[in-house]
């Protein structure tokens, strides 16, 4: 079993449709990053947080530290939303670039 | 404000030739790492390193793969005697120093290599 687990794998959406996206870990940690990675395969980082919740025009991050559940919401989605979404963590003892990575979720959104 | 550099973007080697990529962090940054994506898997820490020191290299095979961060110039993933299986998109990230508890990356394009 991966110790980063993300839900669901693909998703396909239509355009102005809210989208959640769900990561599972099964280690203690300090910090749980959400990364884009566009169709070209270049590396964005969305979020990085520890604790709560975060909000970035349509995007919102949120952790449950005792679940070990993290959400990545998009309102609104559009078209140029389409991409692989990645959550990683960085465990407790573990370096600040020790990231464990789920295997992404593609989203398509469909005008 | 240019943001992390990679070069070659593309890499075409034969089996046995050696393989550089190269990483240039943003400016400001001392902290560089290293993640390899296979085709069809997740993304792999290799190494993380500081200006002429490396923190962590767990996450790197033991033999062929060295990485470096010399005081001056690019951080190097280098990788000898190249064989299929390391066919793959390598990435670079940076971060400033540790100033606060928790540092976020800032990724390059990343390097697509392929082994012939």
């Known amino acids: 079993k991966n110790e980063v687990e993300q839900s669901p794998q693909n998703l396909t959406a239509q355009e102005g449709e809210f989208i959640t996206i769900n990561c599972s870990y099964s280690?203690?940690?300090?910090?749980l990053h959400w990364l884009q990675q566009h169709p070209g395969g270049g590396i964005v980082s969305l979020f990085m947080?520890?604790?709560g919740k975060k909000k970035h025009g349509r995007l919102i991050a949120t952790i449950n530290i005792q679940e070990k559940h993290s959400s990545l919401h998009i309102t609104a989605s559009h078209p140029r939303d389409s991409a692989v979404y990645i959550c990683?963590?960085?465990?407790?003892?573990?370096?600040?670039?020790?990231?464990?990575f789920g295997k992404g979720t593609k989203l398509s959104v469909k005008p | 404000n240019a943001g992390v550099m990679q070069n070659p973007r593309h890499l075409v080697r034969r089996r046995g030739q050696e393989a550089r990529l190269r990483c240039s962090p943003m400016?400001?940054?001392?902290?560089v790492y290293w993640y390899r994506q296979l085709p069809e898997e997740g993304l792999k820490f290799m190494v993380y390193?500081?200006?002429?020191?490396?923190?962590?290299e767990s996450g790197m095979p033991k033999e062929r793969f060295s990485a470096e961060f010399p005081k001056e110039g690019p951080s190097i993933l280098r990788i000898q005697q190249v064989v299929r299986g390391d066919s793959a998109a390598y990435f670079c990230?940076?971060?400033?120093?540790?100033?606060?508890?928790?540092?976020?990356?800032?990724f390059g394009p990343g390097t697509r290599l392929t082994v012939l």
């Open positions: 947080l520890s604790s």
């Open positions: 390193l500081q200006k002429e020191n490396i923190i962590d």
């Open positions: 990683a963590v960085r465990s407790y003892g573990g370096s600040q670039g020790n990231l464990i």
């Open positions: 400016k400001g940054h001392s902290h």
């Open positions: 990230a940076s971060s400033p120093p540790p100033g606060v508890p928790y540092n976020e990356q800032f």
């Open positions: 280690v203690g940690i300090s910090a």
